[in-house]
Protein backbone atom coordinates (compact mmCIF):
# COMPACT_ATOMS: atom_id res chain seq x y z
CA UNK A 1 0.00 0.00 0.00
CA UNK A 2 0.89 3.85 -0.21
CA UNK A 3 1.00 6.36 3.33
CA UNK A 4 1.57 9.68 2.29
CA UNK A 5 1.45 12.63 4.80
CA UNK A 6 1.78 16.08 4.52
CA UNK A 7 0.75 18.71 7.27
CA UNK A 8 -2.96 20.01 6.75
CA UNK A 9 -2.39 23.72 6.69
CA UNK A 10 0.09 26.60 6.47
CA UNK A 11 -0.15 29.87 6.38
CA UNK A 12 2.61 32.39 4.77
CA UNK A 13 2.95 35.79 3.78
CA UNK A 14 3.00 37.27 0.31
CA UNK A 15 6.31 37.73 -0.87
CA UNK A 16 8.07 35.45 1.38
CA UNK A 17 9.00 31.69 0.63
CA UNK A 18 7.17 28.62 2.03
CA UNK A 19 8.50 24.94 2.06
CA UNK A 20 5.45 22.11 2.07
CA UNK A 21 6.91 18.84 3.35
CA UNK A 22 5.96 15.32 1.92
CA UNK A 23 6.61 12.20 3.20
CA UNK A 24 5.75 8.38 1.92
CA UNK A 25 6.29 4.95 2.33
CA UNK A 26 5.34 3.25 -0.90
CA UNK A 27 6.60 -0.36 -2.02
CA UNK A 28 7.40 0.21 -5.50
CA UNK A 29 8.17 3.84 -6.06
CA UNK A 30 7.80 5.27 -9.47
CA UNK A 31 8.04 9.28 -9.52
CA UNK A 32 6.38 12.16 -7.15
CA UNK A 33 4.39 14.96 -8.33
CA UNK A 34 3.34 17.74 -6.58
CA UNK A 35 -0.56 19.16 -7.95
CA UNK A 36 -1.76 22.84 -7.38
CA UNK A 37 -5.60 22.38 -6.61
CA UNK A 38 -7.85 25.92 -6.36
CA UNK A 39 -11.12 24.93 -4.42
CA UNK A 40 -13.58 23.25 -6.57
CA UNK A 41 -11.37 22.95 -9.39
CA UNK A 42 -8.93 19.81 -10.81
CA UNK A 43 -5.46 19.90 -9.58
CA UNK A 44 -2.88 21.38 -12.17
CA UNK A 45 0.72 19.91 -12.80
CA UNK A 46 3.45 21.73 -10.99
CA UNK A 47 6.13 19.20 -10.78
CA UNK A 48 7.57 15.65 -11.24
CA UNK A 49 10.76 14.02 -9.16
CA UNK A 50 12.19 10.74 -9.84
CA UNK A 51 15.70 10.77 -8.98
CA UNK A 52 17.06 12.63 -6.21
CA UNK A 53 17.67 16.15 -6.03
CA UNK A 54 15.90 19.57 -6.66
CA UNK A 55 13.98 20.53 -9.79
CA UNK A 56 13.25 24.30 -10.29
CA UNK A 57 10.85 25.74 -12.40
CA UNK A 58 10.52 29.42 -11.73
CA UNK A 59 9.45 30.16 -8.54
CA UNK A 60 8.30 26.45 -7.43
CA UNK A 61 11.26 23.67 -6.83
CA UNK A 62 10.17 20.28 -5.82
CA UNK A 63 13.18 18.03 -4.17
CA UNK A 64 13.48 14.56 -3.62
CA UNK A 65 15.37 12.09 -1.38
CA UNK A 66 14.44 8.71 -2.19
CA UNK A 67 16.02 7.09 0.25
CA UNK A 68 14.59 8.88 3.17
CA UNK A 69 10.70 8.82 1.60
CA UNK A 70 10.72 12.86 1.52
CA UNK A 71 9.98 15.46 -0.94
CA UNK A 72 9.43 19.44 -0.70
CA UNK A 73 7.75 21.89 -2.52
CA UNK A 74 9.12 25.07 -1.90
CA UNK A 75 7.22 28.41 -3.14
CA UNK A 76 9.44 31.67 -4.01
CA UNK A 77 8.11 35.08 -3.97
CA UNK A 78 4.41 34.26 -2.82
CA UNK A 79 1.31 35.59 -4.33
CA UNK A 80 -2.19 35.95 -3.18
CA UNK A 81 -3.06 33.51 -5.97
CA UNK A 82 -1.13 30.93 -4.77
CA UNK A 83 -3.37 30.25 -2.11
CA UNK A 84 -4.74 26.45 -3.09
CA UNK A 85 -4.61 23.02 -1.80
CA UNK A 86 -1.24 21.57 -3.04
CA UNK A 87 -0.70 17.92 -3.54
CA UNK A 88 1.87 15.38 -2.67
CA UNK A 89 1.51 11.93 -5.35
CA UNK A 90 3.44 9.23 -5.72
CA UNK A 91 3.34 6.79 -8.45
CA UNK A 92 3.72 3.05 -7.66
CA UNK A 93 4.69 0.60 -9.80
CA UNK A 94 3.03 -1.92 -8.15
CA UNK A 95 -0.24 -0.13 -8.55
CA UNK A 96 -0.43 -0.38 -11.83
CA UNK A 97 1.76 2.89 -12.17
CA UNK A 98 -0.95 4.82 -10.84
CA UNK A 99 -0.96 7.81 -8.62
CA UNK A 100 -1.74 8.25 -5.09
CA UNK A 101 -2.56 10.94 -3.58
CA UNK A 102 -1.87 12.81 -0.23
CA UNK A 103 -3.95 14.45 2.10
CA UNK A 104 -2.81 17.74 0.92
CA UNK A 105 -1.88 21.00 2.57
CA UNK A 106 -3.96 23.85 2.26
CA UNK A 107 -2.11 27.29 1.74
CA UNK A 108 -3.13 30.29 2.86
CA UNK A 109 -1.30 33.59 1.63
CA UNK A 110 -1.82 36.70 4.06
CA UNK A 111 -1.01 40.39 2.70
CA UNK B 1 -0.36 20.84 -22.14
CA UNK B 2 -2.84 17.95 -22.95
CA UNK B 3 -6.77 19.10 -22.60
CA UNK B 4 -9.10 16.76 -20.41
CA UNK B 5 -13.05 17.62 -20.29
CA UNK B 6 -15.61 16.55 -18.36
CA UNK B 7 -19.32 16.86 -18.54
CA UNK B 8 -21.15 17.35 -17.38
CA UNK B 9 -19.44 20.05 -14.97
CA UNK B 10 -21.98 19.85 -12.07
CA UNK B 11 -25.32 17.71 -11.85
CA UNK B 12 -27.96 17.41 -9.17
CA UNK B 13 -30.15 13.99 -9.73
CA UNK B 14 -32.45 12.42 -7.28
CA UNK B 15 -31.75 9.53 -5.14
CA UNK B 16 -32.49 6.30 -6.70
CA UNK B 17 -31.30 7.27 -10.39
CA UNK B 18 -28.14 7.10 -12.68
CA UNK B 19 -25.81 9.51 -13.58
CA UNK B 20 -23.32 9.00 -16.42
CA UNK B 21 -20.50 11.66 -16.49
CA UNK B 22 -18.10 11.47 -19.58
CA UNK B 23 -14.22 12.28 -19.45
CA UNK B 24 -12.91 12.78 -23.30
CA UNK B 25 -9.09 13.34 -24.27
CA UNK B 26 -8.86 16.20 -26.70
CA UNK B 27 -5.85 16.62 -28.28
CA UNK B 28 -4.36 13.13 -27.42
CA UNK B 29 -4.97 9.63 -27.31
CA UNK B 30 -5.68 8.47 -23.91
CA UNK B 31 -4.80 4.71 -23.26
CA UNK B 32 -5.30 4.76 -19.51
CA UNK B 33 -7.86 6.77 -17.97
CA UNK B 34 -8.32 7.39 -13.95
CA UNK B 35 -11.77 8.56 -12.42
CA UNK B 36 -11.14 9.87 -8.81
CA UNK B 37 -14.02 10.65 -6.26
CA UNK B 38 -12.88 14.25 -3.52
CA UNK B 39 -14.82 14.68 -0.52
CA UNK B 40 -14.86 18.16 0.57
CA UNK B 41 -11.60 19.18 2.44
CA UNK B 42 -10.38 15.63 1.65
CA UNK B 43 -7.73 14.39 -1.39
CA UNK B 44 -8.29 12.65 -3.87
CA UNK B 45 -9.26 8.81 -3.88
CA UNK B 46 -8.85 6.96 -7.09
CA UNK B 47 -11.61 4.68 -7.73
CA UNK B 48 -10.47 2.90 -10.60
CA UNK B 49 -8.54 2.80 -13.83
CA UNK B 50 -9.22 1.61 -17.13
CA UNK B 51 -7.74 1.07 -20.61
CA UNK B 52 -9.15 1.34 -23.65
CA UNK B 53 -11.31 -1.75 -24.86
CA UNK B 54 -11.00 -3.80 -21.66
CA UNK B 55 -12.63 -4.02 -18.09
CA UNK B 56 -11.70 -1.26 -15.48
CA UNK B 57 -9.82 -2.05 -12.12
CA UNK B 58 -11.48 -1.06 -9.31
CA UNK B 59 -9.48 -0.29 -6.15
CA UNK B 60 -10.38 -2.09 -3.03
CA UNK B 61 -14.12 -0.74 -1.41
CA UNK B 62 -15.18 0.37 -4.64
CA UNK B 63 -18.44 -1.16 -6.01
CA UNK B 64 -17.68 -1.92 -9.77
CA UNK B 65 -21.54 -2.61 -10.31
CA UNK B 66 -22.15 0.57 -8.84
CA UNK B 67 -19.68 2.77 -10.12
CA UNK B 68 -19.63 1.67 -14.43
CA UNK B 69 -17.00 2.37 -15.93
CA UNK B 70 -16.33 2.33 -19.75
CA UNK B 71 -13.55 3.45 -21.85
CA UNK B 72 -14.64 2.72 -25.09
CA UNK B 73 -12.08 4.48 -26.92
CA UNK B 74 -8.71 6.47 -27.25
CA UNK B 75 -10.60 9.56 -26.28
CA UNK B 76 -13.69 8.79 -24.07
CA UNK B 77 -14.46 7.20 -21.00
CA UNK B 78 -17.85 7.18 -18.92
CA UNK B 79 -18.58 6.88 -15.68
CA UNK B 80 -22.11 5.83 -14.36
CA UNK B 81 -23.18 6.12 -10.97
CA UNK B 82 -26.37 3.50 -10.71
CA UNK B 83 -29.25 4.34 -7.99
CA UNK B 84 -27.02 7.54 -6.50
CA UNK B 85 -27.81 8.01 -3.01
CA UNK B 86 -26.98 11.07 -1.10
CA UNK B 87 -23.44 9.40 0.10
CA UNK B 88 -22.48 9.63 -3.34
CA UNK B 89 -22.38 13.25 -3.29
CA UNK B 90 -19.10 14.00 -3.93
CA UNK B 91 -16.60 15.94 -6.68
CA UNK B 92 -15.29 13.51 -9.51
CA UNK B 93 -12.84 14.01 -11.31
CA UNK B 94 -11.39 12.02 -14.42
CA UNK B 95 -7.79 11.87 -15.80
CA UNK B 96 -5.60 10.52 -18.41
CA UNK B 97 -2.41 8.93 -19.49
CA UNK B 98 -1.15 8.88 -22.95
CA UNK B 99 1.42 6.50 -24.22
CA UNK B 100 4.31 8.77 -24.13
CA UNK B 101 4.13 10.77 -21.60
CA UNK B 102 4.44 9.92 -17.61
CA UNK B 103 1.75 12.96 -16.71
CA UNK B 104 -1.25 12.63 -16.19
CA UNK B 105 -3.86 15.09 -16.79
CA UNK B 106 -7.35 16.15 -14.76
CA UNK B 107 -10.34 16.94 -16.09
CA UNK B 108 -11.94 19.91 -14.50
CA UNK B 109 -14.35 17.91 -12.75
CA UNK B 110 -17.78 17.21 -12.15
CA UNK B 111 -19.60 17.84 -9.22
CA UNK B 112 -22.89 15.42 -7.80
CA UNK B 113 -25.06 16.51 -5.68
CA UNK B 114 -27.59 13.73 -4.84
CA UNK B 115 -31.22 15.06 -2.89
Redesign the interface.
Known amino acids: GQNIDQPTEMTATEGAIVQINCTYQTSGFN?L?W?QQHA??????LS?NVLDGLEEKGRFSSFLSRSKGYSYLLLKELQMKDSASY?CAV?DRTG?N???????T?LTVIP | GAVVSQHPSWVICKSGTSVKIECRSLDFQATTMFWYRQFPKQSLMLMATSNEGSKATYEQGVEKDKFLINHASLTLSTLTVTSAHPEDSSFYICSARGTTTYEQYFGPGTRLTVT
Open positions: GFYGEAPTFYLRANLFFGTGR
